[in-house]
């Protein structure tokens, strides 16, 4: 019996029934988990990450695509200091964020209350709001261009009917070209975070208003102390997208005035996009591309920060 005993303390373990089993069957579930991940990760890796890591090496390098990248260190970014495109690139972008984004955010939030309510035909209107999105962004520019004409625009023809005697030239005028631009851009966005916020405003339980109806609150107070602290998750996941957006706008105003006239809608993607493209200079536009991402990451972390801070109390 001690030797029996003794055997069994010094032989190995056997595996319960079934654990072999188990085993396979998680192996198996991992395999068709991979089978469902490679393909899109294989697509994302391929014609998204390895150009982004291509692009941080890039920005310390000097390439044109005929020779080989050579090492040039913080050459690029010192030439940035110095060039002054790239310094009417990153006021004019700047300019555009800070007009883009209080005026998309203000519009959305008043649609989204107005189309909030019990309206006849609310779908109807929503969808309208919602549409300009989805369109064509050249068909958006063309239109929004010809709306801007400085001669012939019915834009121009309805503030001289108000009785303003010289109005914008508007794309054609190097100071409201890109207020022209932020006012298309704002009308073509606001329809899309309007759904943003209707999702959220039909979150608001409706008893926070009964109880601050009962309390004396008027439409006033009711906005200011209860939709817009339930609307803070809503309100800061639509600042950071249109802070991104506006960082990164390049289509639109490729569309409606190439950068100009001269360069005052010269913003920083559409300066990457030149430097890259169209003069070769890859290693100089990956640097540009490089700066940029660092700004739009601060400024997103910087919010993040606020954000926490301001749950935090």
């Known amino acids: 019996m001690v030797d ?6 010094h032989s190995p373990p056997v595996a319960p029934p079934g654990s072999t089993a188990r085993r396979r ?7 068709v988990g991979w089978s469902f991940i490679l393909p899109n990760f294989a697509g994302f890796a391929l014609f998204t990450l390895v150009p982004v890591i291509a692009a941080f090496a890039l920005a310390f390098m000097e390439w044109d695509s005929y020779r080989a990248p050579e090492w040039v260190g913080l050459d690029n970014f010192a030439e940035m200091l110095e060039d002054e495109n790239v310094r009417v690139a990153l006021t004019n ?15 959305a939030l008043g649609l989204a209350i107005v189309l909030n309510g019990r309206l006849r035909g609310v779908g109807f209107f929503r969808t309208a ?12 520019a063309v239109v929004w261009n010809m709306l801007f004409n400085p001669t012939a625009g019915p834009v121009n023809q309805f503030l001289g009917a108000l009785g303003v005697a010289d109005p914008p030239g508007w794309v054609a005028d190097t100071d409201w070209a890109m207020p022209a631009v932020i006012i298309t851009s704002v009308w073509r966005d606001m329809g899309y975070y309007m759904v943003l916020y209707l999702a959220g405003l039909q979150a608001v339980p409706e008893e926070y208003y009964e109880a601050a109806r009962v309390d004396g609150a008027n439409a006033w107070d009711r906005f200011r102390h209860v939709t817009l602290p ?8 639509v600042l950071v997208m249109l802070t991104i957006q506006s960082f990164k706008v390049l289509d639109l105003i490729v569309v409606m005035t190439d ?5 005052s809608t010269l ?6 996009y030149r430097e890259g493209i169209t003069e070769g200079h890859f290693g100089y536009s990956s640097a540009i591309a490089l700066v940029l991402f660092a700004i739009v990451l601060t400024v997103t972390v910087a919010q993040f920060r606020l954000n926490e801070r301001r749950n935090a109390r």
């Open 230 to 237: 339930c609307l803070r998750p809503t309100t800061f996941f």
């Open 93 to 107: 972008t700047l300019f555009y964020a800070a007009g883009h984004i209080p005026l998309t955010l203000v519009a």
């Open 259 to 263: 950068g100009g006239p001269g360069r």
């Open 4 to 9: 029996a005993a003794a055997q069994r303390r």
């Open 129 to 140: 709001a919602f549409f300009p999105y989805v369109t064509s962004l050249v068909a958006v």
């Open 25 to 31: 069957r998680a192996r198996r579930d991992t395999l």
């Open 267 to 272: 913003v920083l993607a559409q300066l990457v």
